[in-house]
């Protein structure tokens, strides 16, 4: 599937190039909104472009798309932005791809889809007319950029440990990122450097986390990432069962590299590691004994145990056996 | 005048008033000073913390006729309607009660009138995340293009069950618990407008009860100026309030550390004399051990939810412990809990196991009494410090290979069992040997018994009599084979060309199975003496 970059599409606007129609496949609000501001922009001459901004719920397709095509003899352009379109069926949709293969030069279309679903039919038919442009939440290496290009942009500067922390809190969509940003714009005194006890004081908004986190801070050994991770996910809803399995997962794939030629293919592998837990394997080997590896998958299953038996649930049963993976064995 | 409650009365009226959120009263203040309202707002935070407050003072802000730098003048017309919940152009809706699309499409229909006499309409929504997600999508479009006139002001305790792209379009603002310091210093201001005579033990022990939540603290105080007028003592307090104060389980863990049983008892009768319910001394004793096991941690007290004061106590408490006796009191609680309902006698069961808990030996590390052994030195006098830093220590790759050996030696009767029954007399290897083609033969006579006999192997030769032994799991089909035993006999005879007697016993799994490899393969084998379980076919 070939995909634009952002950053390249933004480029290409600026410099006069605008497409009639965009895709913009992921969920964080700032990159779409940027991107949005972006083509708005491009398309203000003498004046901006009537912009009309559609939501899933209960819009007429119909009539969006038969406005799309009609073209205006006085008026300016339009800027057509759909959100979510999902639920566009028969004709309609027949027509909307209809109309993304030859769209009306007057108007432009940006299409929203926050979920990244490649074998959604929806997805897979607009992907092959219309390039996707990635607007999820960028990889960690690539949120710093993001914090000095938001700090530029509101003409603030922070210390090294103000950006880490930043990145630590809110680092899970630039959306937040900009969000604490702003804040701290507003409540501290103008022209002061962001210090770590400013972004302590004023992000109070616990970032995002996903059960392969958790995994990884065990892994790492780190206790303190672990529970914290582990309480947020619960906090969010997340079972624990789930996250035992999970853990249950790395550890089984390590203690099978502790033993005898485990480093070799022949040993049977779960395979289901995402790809980060996977590459990282060797560091969090070098951890753990055999002896460690044995008894926490030991542990792990009497948690399973636990939890099926009802002897244990939530943090009870959580917060020790972190700490006996984090910190010591059982 | 109708009695109002503390908690009402006492309501801040401006930014300035709101205890313990200066970062959000202070950042709201500036986007005042500095014309950065924003058009939608979601204040987070636990119960009791000033969210909803803070969203009238807010609304109170934007429509004041004499509003100064984001300071409401609470006086004007405005002011007056919008804290009486009169104003037509400040809505406060309950989230709770106005879940459906329709009241969010009702909201829509209003968003698009001017306001009547202010310069905005606010719509303030307690409790959002009670909102369906269809409702949150029927908002969406609002609140992406809101008319200049609307401002939306969310309140949640739950900010993880709104909608992200909600979310996403909001300026959001967390509130804190609020310290104890605060709540007491607040609880002082107002004891003193009313006149009333309250204990600082029993500011603090509100303080500690409230949970770092204000209208909790201006509650439990009402309550007790109900119960006890206008003198409020500590004894009278601890009587009314039936809420297991924390203090109460520092007490009973530093009886645990110095195994003082006498005082133990006294807690837990103090704990039925006050009526409170066992399971939920017993779920707060489980959750205080783990604050503590939590709190010994590097920056330990970081994790905890709760207010700064009890952080830092739980974090002095923890130093002095073993975590990995907190690990096993923890297990030994949540075994209490899970076991406390089906006991007939609550009370007894409760007090056996506290006595159970506080007689536990302190833990060591298999590793160090290694150490102390290889070093000749047999005693393990380890000092409460030791315990708590070396314990965790990694073990040294040495110690983890001496380790192992001492579990090799500690199977080795096993695996000389195990070496008796291989050695095997030639007779018997014999008849291992060719013990394939007795069970082709007895196949001859019936398939389901030679699938059943093809299960075991022949385990020993006495004379004439050759015991077959079966893994425990095939004891349906031995009661089978032990019918058909003749058959089986005759089957031998035309093999071996020997006359034997056949008798069937149950043996371990492993020393019955048949299958070479599964026999042969060190990881199985490992996998099955350290996790247990069975191989299925």
Known sequence: ?330 | MSYQVLARKYRPEKFQDVLGQKHVTKTLLNAFERDRIAHAYLFSGPRGVGKTTTARILAKALNCLNENNGSPCNDCQNCDEIASSRSMDVLEIDGASNRGIDEIRNLRELVKYAPINAKFKVFIIDEVHMLTQAAFNALLKTLEEPPPHVKFIFATTEPNKVLPTILSRCQRHDFHRMSLETIEKGLRTIIEIEEIKIEDSVLHLIGNMADGSMRDALSLTDQLIAFCGDSVTLKAATEMLGIIPNDLFFSITDALKTKDHSALLVQLSEVHAKGFALTDFIGGLNRHLLNLLIAHGEKGDQLLDMTDDLKQRYSEESRGLNPRDLIRQIDHVTVMESELKYVQQPKIYVEAMILKLAEMDASVNIADILKKLSSGNTETNYTEEQKATEIFQPEPQSMVKEESSTDASETAPEKKEEKSSVENSPQLEKVIKRWEEVVTKVSENGTSISTFLSHGKPIELSGKSLTIGFPKKYKFQLDVLKKNVRRIETSIMKVLNQEMRVEFVLVQNEKASINKTEETHPVTQRMLELFGGEILD
């Open chain 1, 1 to 330: 599937m070939k995909q634009k970059s952002l950053r390249q599409t933004v480029d290409e606007m600026r410099g006069g190039k605008v497409e009639p129609v965009y895709f913009l496949n992921g969920n964080d609000y700032f990159l779409q909104s940027l991107f949005v501001d972006e083509v708005m922009a491009a398309l203000t001459i003498d004046e901006a472009p009537e912009k009309s901004y559609f939501s899933a719920e209960s819009v007429d397709y119909t009539a969006v798309v038969t406005d799309l095509f009609s073209g205006s003899l006085f008026g300016g352009k339009k800027l057509v932005v759909l959100h979510n379109p999902t639920r566009m069926s028969g004709k309609t949709k027949d027509d909307f791809f209809d109309y993304c293969r030859q769209p009306n030069s007057d108007n432009s279309l940006i299409v929203l889809l926050d979920k990244v679903d490649r074998r959604s039919a929806f997805t897979k038919n607009l992907t092959q007319i219309v390039p996707p442009i990635n607007t999820s939440p960028p990889f960690p290496d690539k949120m710093a950029n993001w914090i000095e290009f938001l700090l530029k942009k509101n003409d603030l500067s922070a210390t090294k440990a103000a950006r880490e922390l930043l990145l630590e809190l809110s680092g899970d969509s630039v959306y937040h990122i900009a969000n604490e940003i702003e804040k701290i714009k507003i409540g501290l005194p103008e022209n002061s450097e962001i210090e770590e006890s400013h972004v302590a004081d004023f992000c109070g908004w616990e970032r995002e986390y996903f059960p392969w986190h958790l995994s990884d801070a065990a892994g790492s050994k780190d206790f303190h990432k672990s529970i914290l991770i582990g309480k947020s996910l619960l906090h969010h809803g997340v079972d624990v069962a789930s996250m035992v399995t999970q853990l249950a997962t790395l550890f089984q794939e390590l203690y099978l590299m502790s033993l005898p030629d485990g480093q070799e293919n022949d040993l049977p592998r779960t395979g289901w590691l995402n790809q980060i837990l996977t590459r990282k394997l060797p560091t969090y080997f070098n951890n753990f004994s055999q002896n460690e590896l044995e008894q926490i998958v030991k542990a792990l299953g009497e948690a399973d145990r636990n939890i099926k038996t009802g002897k244990g649930s939530g943090e009870t049963l959580l917060v020790p056996l972190l700490h006996r993976i984090a910190v010591g064995y059982a």
